[in-house]
């Protein structure tokens, strides 16, 4: 069984959250230029914004911008 080491499993009280989670890291993994990355990067900041006032963990934040910093170096080569 293989298991993605990018998802993040949460408790169902949020399903929207996971959904837009899950969907942003899936936009961002499937990035191929730097043109690309930079919509990704714009759904990242929606996202934070959005979710501030639900009070979604920082850890998911900060899995969308490793994510990000990591495609970003794909991107590059």
């Known amino acids: ?14 399903p929207t959250l996971e959904n ?3 969907k942003t890291i899936s ?3 499937s990035c191929k230029t730097i043109i690309q ?7 990242v900041k929606n996202f934070k914004i959005m979710y501030k006032e639900v009070g979604y963990p920082k850890v998911l934040l ?16």
Do not use: D, W
């Open 1 to 14: 069984m293989l298991i993605n080491p990018n998802k993040v499993i949460m408790h169902l009280k949020h």
């Open 62 to 77: 900060y899995t969308l911008e490793n994510v990000l910093q990591k495609q970003h170096i794909k991107c590059q080569l």
């Open 27 to 29: 936009v961002i993994e």
């Open 37 to 43: 990355l930079e919509g990704a990067s714009r759904m």
């Open 20 to 22: 837009s989670f899950n």
